[in-house]
C-alpha cells in the first residue's frame, strides 16, 4: 500500500500543476476539480494546471483551488480508502 504525508501551509503552497501526477492515478481528483468548475463558473482544473501562475496567485483563484485540492479531493481519496 501506497503511504502519502501532505503538508499544506495555506495560500502561497499553491503551484501550476499541483495535483497533476495524483489526478493521473486517481480520477476522484480531476472529478472534483470539474465540480468545483460547475459551481464557479470557470474551469478550476485548467487554470491549476495550465496557469498563468499570476491568475493563480489571486487570493480569489487561490481559495477555491485549495479549498477544492485539499480539503475535497483528498477527503475524497480518503475516504474511497486509496
Known sequence: MTQFAFVFP???SQSVGMLAEMAANYP???ETF???SAA???D???LTQQGP???LNK???T????LTAFRRALARLAAAGR
Do not use: D, H, M, R
Not at 481559495?63 to 485549495?66: C, G, H, I, K, T
Open 10 to 12: 495555506g495560500q502561497g
Open 28 to 30: 476522484i481528483v480531476e
Open 34 to 36: 470539474a465540480e468545483a
Open 40 to 42: 464557479l463558473g470557470y
Open 44 to 46: 478550476l482544473w485548467a
Open 53 to 55: 501562475a499570476e491568475e
Open 59 to 61: 487570493t480569489w483563484q
Open 63 to 66: 481559495q477555491p483551488a485549495l
